[in-house]
């Protein structure tokens, strides 16, 4: 459900702020020596987020502090929000 998802997934994101300063958690797999860099204002002070979607996609997810840019990428290539939506509903079979 996209509302569900959407909810959960800001949850996610408020959750690893909390943490920039902290120790490192299982859900940010971004080693510290390869911080993002924000595409657009090229600020170091983006949020990054590893996870895998309901259909098994890996996607990460860059959020900018400075700018508010936010980003999604599958294997280094640019996704678009409607996309990561569609590979994080249920599959019914
Ligand atoms: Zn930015």
Redesign the pocket.
Known sequence: MTAAFAGGFAATVTATVRLTDGVPMSLVTTPTSQLAV?T????TR?THITMTLTDGSIVDFAS?H????KSWTEAGTGLDVSAVLRKAQKIRV
């Open positions: 924000c657009q204002c090229t600020g983006v900018c400075v700018c508010e840019h």
